[in-house]
């Protein structure tokens, strides 16, 4: 009874302080929320900011975003104590988790788009953001333990750094969207320098059960500069510029990865079934198109209750799907006879005949050379390459490239990417790992 009283009483007070803020002009009130930070630079060992990727892990994510959801309106109570969506299912998406002494107590989603698209997109037009140059991410299921909500940002900077450093450096993302309740846009515009998608809030989001929200997106490119200019000159512990941009972190571990992998899958085919089937209903929740693409992304069908008919057309078209996306540095060398010159590449898809590339320079279908391509640090490939097509792609045109022979190193990452499940069978084994230092020191970068 005395936990319902000062939870009324607090938000009668949050009422309050909102309303007082709202007579102050819109730069005023921003000024304030900024005098508000606090982030510090180097929090104690006892924080641990990562990927989400076990089972409990998640299961503690699932029921921290159950609970906080709950308790704003956002869904109504499930039976398994758990919020878990389709989009959690997808490679494409990652959870990133804060712990105290082991305990999770903060929680958000990256949602890359893929098959699915973005939970925001049945509300809110995208299409501005996506004529854009660089990959989307939604910033979706954010929750943090009622324990730390009230400790000046003691969890919430440490994730959205997470947050920030993760979309950057590892996850290949240039923009960020979010949705959030109108009465939380103004903290994400005035201190992260997010910008309204549209003027008028959407009165029923159904992804939040119904509730009002802002949609809001973030170039993180030049998100870099305006941090500067803003925060720049500010003491540390108020300055997000250094926070965000140049501060490391030792409480963030970051996934090793063996090869240049984008993503960072942690769903296998037990998990998907424990979470999907068993704990929660979503699975039978989703229409039969969505049910098919799990399949063939976790090979459902060995599984029980996940028996769903499924045309071989239909099957054969969602495979091509793949489980990993990769960034991987190259460059193509012609011949003399051929005219010359070096082309700088973007590799974005491989198999074992051919790859698919982002070409900066024009390069016309037919052109050959001797392509050298970075596929993870130290691991390097060097094979003949021909241009055999522009293929049109969401992020705009690439090339098709046809290889004659794959050497050793290009089949055995072909092979890792067709066969791992997770982002764990992508990392590098302690002695490739300990190879890799004397190997950068021989190799310049492309």
Known sequence: MKRSLRTVFRRFLHQCARSALALLPKEARHALYRSFVDCDPAPGPALELKIADTQDELEACFALLHDAY??????QPDASGLRVTAYHALPTTTTLCAKIHGRVVGTLSLVREGVFGFPMQSAFDLSAVRAKQGRIAEVSALAIHPDYRATGGRILFPLMKF???????YFDVRHLVIAVNPNKIELYESLLFFERLQAAPVARYDFANGAPAVGATLDLAAARERFKA??????ERRNLHRYFVE????????????????NDPVMTEALIEHFFMRRTSAFAALDARKQLLLRSLYELDALTGAAVPASTEGSAALRRHPRYS????????????EGGGTFRLKVIEL???????????PMAPGATGRLTIELGTGLRSVVQAT???????PHGTALGFRIDTPDAAWAACV?????????????????EAAQRGLAESFVCAC
């Open 326 to 337: 990769i960034n991987c540095p190259a460059r193509l060398e012609r011949t003399a006879s």
């Open 387 to 393: 241009a055999v097509r522009r293929v049109a792609g």
């Open 70 to 75: 709950v308790a704003s309106g956002f869904m």
């Open 163 to 169: 947050m920030y450093e993760y979309c950057t450096a």
């Open 230 to 235: 803003v925060y720049g000159g500010r003491p």
């Open 415 to 431: 092979h890792a990417l067709q066969t791992g499940s997770t982002h764990a069978d992508l990392q590098p084994a302690p002695a």
């Open 351 to 361: 198999s074992l005949s051919g790859f698919q590339a982002e070409c900066p320079a």
């Open 247 to 262: 501060n490391r972190l030792a409480n963030i571990r970051l996934p090793a990865r063996r090869y240049h992998t984008t």
